[in-house]
């Protein structure tokens, strides 16, 4: 039978095992008088019923009947979907067998979702034991709180009254639980009920993803509806095998807040807490109004899929779920583990997964993270280790309370050993930083007070040893604190994190690590006071540590030193902080260095009395020693360049902080700056993927920019030779500088020199004059392969020189991974060109006017005439290079008669 025409309501029925109850139902709805608003399509399972063709002809009593009969059985919410896709009304319902409705409730439905421009409404409901009977237990389903009702009795509601947040739980309520009536065309926007990933939880899901999208919802507050809840109807027949994992995933989170057992028992409250939380967190538009109890969780890691999915699952684990987890995964360059983890979490939107094809470093990767939370609070964690169980639980709980940094006890777990615990001070301020401090990985800290704070990722190139950017976690720390002064960090005094310790190639020159340590300490608090014991013991039981690992390292590698060896290979600026290391210190030091040898297995008594001997030995031969003599003397030139070093610079209004990398002449040695390696370079392959650069050239028309109508945020700029002359007059302060011009880096050298800005320049420059540094990075452009082509993809093999500068900054930032570059100040023409002159070099007399500076080759300089053919050719390559993978390269100078590039006016970055 078709649907007639002016019905109103599609009542959608599943009719599976219905031959007990069917007459039933049909009697209700005839007896509801509803027959001028409603028709019925009902989703028939022939093969459930003991009696089908008894279950047929009740259904035909029903004057407007559709009736689609299924060959096999379907879930719940299947069915549903097979109705709605047939329902030619305004609006549907589902209606169960089971549950009954008033007689009025149809008419009133419609007239509410109309007076309302509403898109769902539904009513309270008697919850009951007995079908279609308000007995005196009945318990009435109100959903919503009183005061939210209007004097008509209808309350509007949304995602919030959906998903709350109390008491560390997240809190779940579902209004249009029983009988809802909602417009058809829903589904056409958002799709169907999904009953393949959310089981009987799929109408609850649905309702989800309608209030994100804004639909509106409205509640009565009159009982139209009467929902039978017992044992074994479908309300808690779906306990079978297959949930069993579901609640394994969402258990941590059970029971939520006010919990109070239903007559249906803990497993079927259990059961359905599980499911619905795996709904609310399968999409992020679900929960992303709960932003204020949010924590950013970023996870680093590189390699071993078994113990990143182990750590994973600690955090899936939580029993405070309110989480988003932002994996950052290093040289995954086949994107094998991140697809491993996207397959675990692909239903579980609090996790991201981004892979880094080329291999980076940890703190490049921490700060990634940190850049992408959205949290109110951002910890840290290394794919390695884990959570305790309630770790963020145990320290929101105090977040909450405080504006400060919350911490926890550090767990230690190394293998075949117990795990044991470092439970750390109550309280550091910044000034406690000097003798101690708790694990940065314990650290939850709220995203305001992180600010601009991140690790130090320029302190050790992508190619160095492992061990040389260690320490990176006191250095961020000290930063931090230093940044923040008013602030301190508190303990939960619970468990937050487990660390696995274990024997790697960074804890075999533990050394290394303890020197940054000792370096960042006197960096950030100066040189022990001969009077602050404490401090001066702290600094020499670091030292001492330091003493015992260097032996162990050569040891470990010859297997019999000398105490003369030692005290070769000691570093001499730590011994310079005129530390001594007295038999008390080298006691207490000596124990812990035996238990960590123990826990980490590589304990052997005759290597430790050796190493023991040694260091005894050492500590009163190093200041005898010709490399370790004039310690007062040492002392004062440290802090003279201490104080020096530690002075900020402003530029263009803005601070520039000083170089924590080479402290005091403590310069890491994580390569040999007069030895060009340009597999330095890899560090910035693909480092800024799909971002935007300006591209700064250097003609006249620079100056007609107004920088200060561009929102500098959303792009990095780069700059070109002396672009150091515009600091000041243009406002603008480049990330990345690019020089080849020899005649440029001759003139400029000294600038350079001191200039913090990562700049790449041609290795024609003596590296005596200008050394490599954190902020310096050479280029083979002097001496590329035979008949290269003319725009190099792989920086850390060759760069093409092209004529022009512009060309070298276009492979650069084609190999850094940008999408798109906007060129301005290419002016491209030049008045004291002389035509046939290309490349030879001159002298400019008076002022420079083809240059945005008068002084750039100005007064007396030498210059070389510029090659345009040339530089075209050039361009035409980058073009070429750029459109094939899809990038773009935008000519926005103002005037320029470079016809190569696609034009844009310079407005469109105004805007």
């Known amino acids: ?310 750590c994973l699952h600690s955090i899936k684990s939580q029993t405070y779920p309110l989480f988003e987890c932002i994996v950052v995964l290093d040289n995954d360059n086949d994107n094998q583990l991140g697809n491993i983890i996207r397959g675990e979490y692909k239903n579980d939107a609090r996790f991201m997964v981004l892979s880094q094809s080329q291999k980076r470093e940890r703190n490049y990767c921490r700060n990634l993270g940190i850049e992408l939370a959205t949290g109110n609070w951002i910890s840290i964690i290394d794919g390695d280790d884990s959570l305790p169980r309630d770790s963020l639980e145990s320290r929101v709980k105090l977040a909450k309370t405080t504006k400060d940094i919350v911490f926890g006890w550090l767990e230690i777990a190394a293998e075949n050993h117990e795990q044991h615990t470092i439970k750390f001070a109550q309280v550091f301020k910044f000034t406690d930083l000097r003798t101690g401090w708790p694990s940065h990985c314990t650290l939850l800290i709220p995203k305001n007070i992180l600010g601009n704070t991140r690790y130090p990722s320029n302190i050790a190139d992508i190619t160095a040893d492992p061990s040389a950017i260690a320490g990176e976690d006191v250095k961020f720390m000290m930063e931090l604190m230093k940044n923040n ?140 020693h010709p490399e370790l003599s004039n310690t007062t003397q040492n002392t004062k030139s440290i802090n003279l360049a201490m104080t020096q070093t530690k002075k900020s610079r402003t530029v263009n209004g803005k601070t520039q902080k000083p170089d924590v990398t080479n402290i005091g002449g403590l310069q890491a040695k994580s390569f040999d700056p007069l030895k060009i390696d340009f597999q330095r370079l890899l560090r910035w392959k693909n480092r800024h993927v799909g971002e935007k650069c300006i591209l700064m050239c250097n003609g006249p028309s620079l100056n007609k920019v107004e920088f200060n109508k561009i929102d500098l945020e959303q792009y990095t700029v780069f700059g070109l030779n002396k672009i150091f002359l515009g600091f000041e007059s243009l406002g603008v302060l480049p990330k990345y500088i690019a020089a080849v011009n020899s005649k440029v880096l001759d003139q400029s050298t000294e600038t350079y020199k001191g200039l913090d800005v990562i700049k790449f320049l041609s290795n024609r420059v003596n590296l005596k004059e200008i050394p490599q540094s954190p902020y310096t990075y050479y280029i083979n452009s002097a001496k590329p392969p035979p008949q290269p082509p003319r725009f190099s993809t792989d920086i850390a093999a060759y760069v093409n020189e092209g004529w022009t500068v512009t060309h070298v900054a276009l492979q650069i930032i084609y190999y850094m991974g940008f999408a798109e570059v906007y060129i301005v100040g290419m002016d491209h023409k030049f008045s004291q060109h002389v035509e046939g002159k290309e490349n030879q070099s001159s002298i400019i007399e008076g002022d420079d006017v083809d240059h945005f500076h008068p002084d750039y080759f100005g007064q007396g300089k030498s210059w070389d005439f510029p090659d345009l053919v040339n530089s075209e050719i050039s361009y035409t390559a980058a073009l070429k290079t750029y459109q094939a993978d899809q990038r773009n390269i935008y000519d926005c100078t103002i005037n320029g008669a470079c016809t190569i590039f696609p034009k844009m006016d310079i407005i469109e970055l105004y805007r």
Request: glycine share 4%.
């Open 485 to 624: 002064p008013l602030i301190q960090m508190v303990n939960c005094n619970k468990p937050a994190y487990t660390y696995r310790r274990h024997f790697s190639s960074s804890y075999k020159k533990r050394q290394l690590s303890i020197t940054q340590v000792i370096k960042t300490v006197i960096y950030y608090h100066g040189i022990p006071d001969s009077v602050d014991l404490v401090y001066k013991n702290s600094i020499a039981e670091r030292v001492t540590a330091y003493m015992f690992w260097l032996g162990f390292s050569l040891m470990d590698r010859d297997g019999s030193i000398t105490s003369k060896v030692l005290v070769d290979a000691v570093d001499p600026e730590i011994v310079k902080l005129s530390v001594v290391l007295s038999p008390a210190t080298i006691s207490k030091v000596e124990k812990q260095f035996i238990e960590d040898l123990k826990r980490l297995n590589v304990y052997d008594t005759k290597v430790c009395i050796a190493i023991v001997d040694l260091v005894k030995q050492a500590s009163t031969a190093v200041f005898k």
């Open 1 to 310: 039978m078709s649907q007639a025409p002016n019905k109103q309501v599609s009542i959608i029925l599943s009719c599976f095992n219905g031959s007990d109850l069917i007459e039933g139902y049909i009697d209700s709805l005839l007896a509801a008088g509803i027959l001028d608003v409603c028709c019925l399509i009902a989703v028939n399972f022939p093969e459930s019923h003991q009696s089908p063709v008894f279950v047929e002809r009740q259904l035909q009593r029903f004057p407007d009947l559709l009736l689609l009969n299924q060959s096999e059985d379907l879930s719940l919410y299947d069915a549903w979907n097979i109705g709605i896709k047939q329902a030619t009304t305004r609006f549907v319902s589902n209606l169960n067998l089971d549950d009954r409705v008033t007689a009025d409730y149809y008419s009133y439905a419609v007239e509410s979702l109309d007076s309302y421009s509403a898109d769902i409404f539904s009513s309270f409901s008697v919850m009951t034991a007995k079908i279609g009977v308000k007995l005196e237990n009945s318990n009435l389903q109100n959903h919503l709180d009183d005061g939210c009702f209007d004097k008509c009795g209808i309350a509007r509601y949304g995602l919030p009254e959906f998903v709350s947040f109390n008491e560390g739980k997240v809190h779940k309520r579902n209004p249009p639980h029983c009988a809802p009536v909602w417009r058809t065309q829903l589904h056409q926007e958002l799709g169907y009920f999904n009953s393949r990933c959310f089981d009987f939880a799929a109408d609850y899901e649905f309702w989800l993803r309608c209030a994100a999208r804004g639909f509106k919802f409205i509640l009565s507050n009159k009982q139209k509806t009467i929902f039978y809840c017992a044992k074994g109807t479908a309300s808690d027949r779906f306990q079978h095998e297959d949930n069993i994992s579901i609640v394994n995933d969402w258990l941590a989170t059970f029971p939520p807040a006010n919990y109070h057992q239903t007559h249906l028992g803990e497993w079927h409250d259990k059961l359905h807490h599980c499911v619905n939380l795996k709904c609310i967190f399968s999409s992020r538009d679900y929960f992303n109004h709960l932003a204020d109890n949010l924590v950013s969780l970023v996870v680093v890691a590189h390699e071993n899929p078994e113990l990143i999915l182990e």
